[in-house]
């Protein structure tokens, strides 16, 4: 069996990319803001830096979009323009750690400098091989402006931090094939290789043709020559473009991770996971299903479709994810990138632009039809001061102010107890978006049973706050049956009106007879929420202008008519990780 790792250097490619002296035209998912792109055009970060976070991963400066573990090291690759805060100059930026949380940077792994990756060094991914040497697959966009597959290795295999990696002579190794209908400009992002019954590798390559999305398959013997599966593994009609492909399996019962190649232990069930990044809604989708190894082949469970109706890791502000399984924990962890909601002109201001997500552990859950995440144990190692809240009462229209606690730079998990699930109010059949429904009943629309939940970055008088929170509908066809939604209500988090404030939503699969948990981790300008212990999340990103440092504060609350019990209420300041 095979140790891996990925990277998720996501957002790719294709935008309209300037050249010496001429233009190139190719599609965009990225827009490239070449009077910012420059290190003379962009100013030195400001000293009051109140939006940079405490315990999430991102560059000192500059624009930032992946991981894997070798010899006890973590590494994670990203995508880093060194000379601006936007899209552009885009090089492969590495940075090591023992945690997952601290993080030490290296020079950059691999930057153009080939004819097979001239225009630009893009999205990939890495594999361990069974003689324990890693390699990246990456895609180049070479001298005819199409994308093209390359793989890099390190220079040196003893030394744990890989800080100098080489390009093969045989690159590019895997070309737009015109004959078979693949546009050379929709060509990109392999994944995570894994070994097949007959020992050869597969890889997987995003793509598209017409609306047809795909993941396009390729084998090889020996991880250098790479042919062309006749069939992809999976594809779907009217998708559109599928970027940042992931391909892994899950263990049908329990928590740990699955290496990649791995046919699953005796007696031990195993699904398969597709994800996909679909370019024309800027969110990740998967689905679960089964591998058929010899005809190389995905086929999702009932019920699931590789399209927008698939369910997502996240419901937020989220895209271009990849996973790893990580050998040391024996668990797979999901990595996440966020952009900013503020204008290209703050975060040139700002002198930085994206996040990385807290690394999530992610599991299949007991009923196998969603996937579970929890952000990884070693995140609260940085758990300070701690606030314990128990057994209080949340009556309609309250709110309980928590004391004690940095609520700028936080970590809060908190159990509801439902009363009189009878109140719920209905929910109308053709309520099937749970966005939809947030952003039409934001927090100031009382129901039977919700809003509650927590506001955070909020100022003391709640000009501004951000809201996550729950309702909870009962079907007009079963009054026994009911539904929970979870929000992320962004409406009030900021006086500035040019941020986006978008609204996010997501139905948690969960039984209100039971308790409700939610865990917010709230750091300056990121909320990821987590509701009913992993099944829903959804991560915002919010600029206060006065619920920044000590001015911010941290309430739960209740705005619907019937009162909610709060059986705990734990709080934790978060000190910062050390990300230089």
Known sequence: MTKEVCSNIGLWLLFTLLLSNYVVDLEASHHVYNRLTQSSNIKSPSVNQPYRTGFHFQPPKNWMNGPMIYKGIYHLFYQWNPKGAVWGNIVWAHSTS??????????????????????GCWSGSATILPDGKPVILYTGIDPKNQQVQNIAEPKDLSDPYLVEWKKSPLNPLMAPDAVNGINASSFRDPTTAWLGHDKKWRVIIGSKIHRRGLAITYTSK???KWEKSPEPLHYDDGSGMWECPDFFPVTRFGSKGVETSSFGEPNEVLKHV????????KHDYYTIGTYDRVGDKFVPDKGFKMDGTAPRYDYGKYYASKTFYDSAKNRRVLWGWTNESSSVEDDVEKGWSGIQTI???????RSGKQLIQWPVRELERLRMKQVNLRNKVLNSRSRLEVYGVTAAQADVEVLFKVRNLEKADVIEPSWTDPQLICSKMNV?????LGPFGLMVLASKNLEEYTSVYFRIFKARQNSNKYVVVMCSDQSRSSLEEDNDKTTYGAFVDINPRQPLSLRALIDHSVVESFGGRGRACITSRVYPKLAMGKNSHLFAFNYGSQSVDVLSLSAWSMKSAQIS
Not at 103 to 113: T, V
Request: net charge negative; proline share 13%; glycine share 2%.
């Open 98 to 119: 023992t945690d997952l949380i601290n993080w030490n940077p290296h020079p950059p792994a691999i930057f153009p400098s080939e004819p097979f990756d001239i225009n």
């Open 222 to 224: 020996d991880f250098l």
């Open 274 to 281: 597709l994800k996909i990044s679909l370019d024309d809604t």
């Open 359 to 365: 690394p999530r552990k992610i599991w299949l859950d």
């Open 444 to 448: 100031s629309v009382k129901s039977g």
